[in-house]
């Protein structure tokens, strides 16, 4: 008798033990399937998005008006629709800002931007130093109040030779090419460029004397370095607007950005038609090299709620390649920055 | 008519005898069961160990992936950049603009059957934030390129402990990418 009970005692002490380990591998394997199918049911989500934003690049591609962007534009419809898809499309020109990078002097004075006690040649100064950023926080911030630097300023556009610092157009120079040298003698060469200017007539750089001006650099420096205006006037801020509207040699008068700020809600001008309703000055100041109506730089952020998973965004920066007079009829972006934020 | 019963010849019957005989047979048997159940024991043991550690091995790979993915991901090239910048030697590939800013490297290395990543601060060789993954027999890392030949990213190529399984092929991008490069003569 106490044979048979310890073998039935030996059996349930097997079997307990058995059922413990299989319990525990159960419950691993049950974890690692669920982790392995979480995950493929993340990279689903992702690849949903980025078919979503090609979505959106193919609107861009073929816009009807391409060398003008406003929010008349295809996509801003294609953008509101997808929220009925349970999509959140949301596009944010981040280019039409001044550039913290290359801003120049006179403006940052005229705009009263910088934090109390600092001065522009400081800024220009400490540019200098440490050269160009790509970060504005923590970068800029004691130079700038944090309000300003955001309301007011990228590190997102181009470099426009005739509106940027020329300490800044060196450094972009040197980044672009590995010789300070050269980018010396460059810096000194638009100095003595902008020496032909005369009060409210400025010497400028026009789109098709640019190749000349940077003759064997070219290659290296076009499109970063170029003549396109760095604003869309459909999607800049009234405040930068106001600016440089009123900066000294500009003296746009107030009804027209009045007119502009009013109508561009609903309203797409080209570049002409820009001319025609800013008057004279838009050609003969700095004015055309600032404002225009393209936006290079476009933020598509793209969010799909999920009950069980939560909400996922897909972040993409794209750039719109400027063309030179040989390419004219391509439009062109790339795609700068992803990233999913969840 | 009456029937003598017959008398058995030889020893009396001995049921005590029997009773061990019967115990006998029963202990062979739970032997015999034992050494199956603990044959059995031995292969679900090993059988568990491989579905562990394939598991385990798997769930590493994903947390690990994640976790390179956020790494390299923090890489952010400004889009003036013309020279990437990226060191290889040693091992090791040195990559500046960790978070957009030139001074700060990501470090990616294979050591000790460990790969290692983490981030330095300008010249110095001392290494913030580093993490550790494996034991791999090796790890190859190399720059992943897109279709146009343009450098995106990362690609780690890792073979598991004693090679028991393929390899692991992952690529991870960088945050953000130069807008274009023209060779520097």
Same mark, same amino acid.
């Given at each position: 008798m106490r044979d048979n009970g310890s073998t039935t005692v030996l059996i349930l002490g097997v079997l307990g033990f058995l059922s413990i380990i299989t319990l525990s591998t159960y419950l691993f394997l049950e974890y690692s399937i669920k982790e392995i199918y979480r995950n493929e049911a993340i990279e689903q989500r992702k690849n949903a998005l980025i078919n979503e934003a090609e979505k959106v690049m193919d609107l861009f591609l073929n816009d009807v008006t391409p060398y003008a962007d406003s929010r008349i534009d295809a996509v801003w419809e294609h953008a509101k629709n997808s929220e009925d898809r349970g999509i959140q499309i949301r596009l944010t020109d981040i280019s039409s800002y001044y550039g913290v990078n290359w801003i120049r002097k006179e403006m940052l004075n005229h705009g009263n931007l910088l934090k109390f006690g600092k001065s522009s040649d400081e800024l220009q100064q400490y540019r200098w130093d440490t050269g160009i950023h790509l970060n504005m926080e923590p970068d800029y911030l004691d130079f700038f109040p944090p309000v300003i630097l955001n309301r007011y300023f990228t590190t997102y556009n181009f470099f426009n030779i005739n509106i940027c610092d020329e300490f800044a157009l060196e450094n972009l120079y040197f980044v672009r090419t590995g010789d300070r040298d050269k980018a010396r003698l460059f810096r000194q060469k638009i100095q003595d460029f902008w020496k032909g200017s005369k009060p409210g007539k400025p010497r400028m750089i026009e789109p098709a004397d640019l190749k000349s001006f940077l003759g064997l650099e070219y290659a290296r420096l076009y499109p970063l370095m170029n003549a396109e205006p760095v604003f869309n006037v459909h999607f800049m801020?009234?405040?930068?607007?106001?600016? #440089?509207?009123?900066?000294?040699?500009?003296? %746009?008068?107030? =009804? %027209? #950005?009045?007119? #502009? %700020? !009013? !109508?561009?809600? =609903?309203q797409e001008w080209s570049i002409g038609e820009l001319e025609v309703i800013i008057g004279d000055n838009y050609k003969k100041t700095f004015l055309h090299h600032y404002i225009g109506v393209t936006t290079w730089f476009w933020q598509i952020e793209i969010t799909s709620s999920n009950d069980e998973h939560g909400s996922l965004t897909l972040r993409w920066i794209v750039v719109r390649v400027p063309q030179d007079s040989e390419r004219e009829d391509e439009i062109e972006y790339r795609l700068l920055e992803e990233e999913f934020l969840q | 008519m009456s029937v003598r019963k017959r008398e058995r010849c030889g020893s009396p019957p001995n049921n005590g005898g029997f009773a061990y005989i019967e115990m006998m047979v029963a202990l062979t048997i739970v032997s015999l069961v034992g050494v199956i159940i603990w044959q059995g024991m031995a292969n679900t043991n090993t059988l568990l160990h491989k579905i562990v550690f394939h598991s385990s091995a798997t769930v590493r790979l994903i947390q690990m992936e994640k976790s390179m993915r956020r790494f390299i991901g923090k890489v952010r090239y400004p889009f003036w950049v013309n020279d990437l910048g990226i060191e290889a030697r040693d091992g090791e590939m040195k990559i500046p603009f960790y978070e957009g800013r030139s001074d700060t490297f990501l470090i990616v290395r294979y050591d000790e059957e460990q790969l290692i990543i983490g981030i330095r601060q300008g010249d110095t060789d001392e290494m913030n934030q580093t993490e550790y993954f494996g034991p791999f027999s090796n790890v190859k890392i190399e720059l992943a390129e897109n279709e146009d030949g343009e450098v995106i990213g990362v690609d780690f190529l890792m073979y598991t402990e004693n090679r028991l399984s393929e390899p692991v092929k992952i690529t991870a991008r960088f945050g953000s990418n130069p807008f274009w490069v023209e060779k520097t003569s």
């Open positions: 801020p009234e405040e930068i607007l106001s600016q #440089l509207f009123t900066y000294e040699y500009h003296s %746009v008068p107030h =009804n %027209v #950005l009045e007119f #502009l %700020v !009013g !109508g561009r809600m =609903n | -």
